[in-house]
Nanobody, 121 residues
Framework: QVQLVESGGGLVQAGESLRLSCAAS????????MGWYRQAPGKERELVAA???????KYGDSVKGRFTVSRDNVKNTLYLEMNSLKPEDTAVYYC???????????????WGQGTQVTVSS
């Protein structure tokens, strides 16, 4: 089993920044990568960013240049630094553990409970 706990969401104004964290525990080391997804009301869940254990990264087109994913393999924590936030970034953000092969991220069945990010205009 894998446990993932997100934190750091909140309400901000457009242009501001937020940093999300995801603390991992359990057998997450059986996967070689972790990722952030988001889901806005009425929309499908989409990949925001993913990072392999070795540091390779992948970003969704809508967040490239604004968001940065990182991980601390000692603290077993995944981070998402979000800058220049836009109202369209409003969503519930979920942490996931999975595998990263050939520049593609394959999510596992393990998800955190999500953290709400709301960006006002």
């Amino acid at each position: 089993q894998v446990q993932l706990v997100e934190s750091g969401g909140g309400l901000v104004q457009a242009g501001e920044s937020l940093r999300l964290s995801c603390a991992a525990s359990g057998r997450f080391s059986s996967f070689n990568a972790m990722g952030w997804y988001r889901q806005a009301p009425g929309k499908e869940r989409e990949l925001v960013a993913a990072i392999s254990r070795g540091g390779s990264t992948k970003y969704g087109d809508s967040v490239k240049g604004r968001f940065t994913v990182s991980r601390d393999n000692v603290k077993n924590t995944l981070y998402l630094e979000m800058n220049s936030l836009k109202p369209e970034d409003t969503a519930v953000y979920y942490c996931n553990t999975g595998d990263y092969f050939g520049s593609a991220y394959y999510p596992s069945k393990y998800w955190g409970q999500g953290t709400q990010v709301t960006v006002s205009s």
